[in-house]
């Protein structure tokens, strides 16, 4: 929890020192942690089929998360 609480806690921080524009910087933030996920899932074999409306949903909260952390470095 501690490292949970002070990777937060650094986010501001970081995001102020990558000197890159707030979309791109979203999407490399994004695109790590999707890979991230894709290994952790193929290394404990957790992979299940989704319905397409599973799919909306999942997208949708993508894109509220994305805006959220463009309007968060943006503000910056």
Do not use: C, P
């Not at 290994?39 to 992979?47: D, Q, T």
């Not at 089929?49 to 994305?66: C, F, M, P, R, V």
């Amino acid at each position: 929890m501690h490292i949970a609480i002070v990777l937060w806690g650094f986010t501001a921080i970081l995001g102020k020192a990558i000197q890159l524009d707030e979309g791109l910087l979203v999407w490399y933030r994004m695109l790590l942690s999707a890979v991230a996920m894709g290994i952790f899932l193929v290394l404990k074999n957790k992979f299940e089929k989704i319905s397409w409306k599973q799919l909306g949903h999942l997208s949708l909260i993508g894109l509220i998360i994305t805006l959220h952390w463009i309007t968060f470095y943006w503000s910056h």
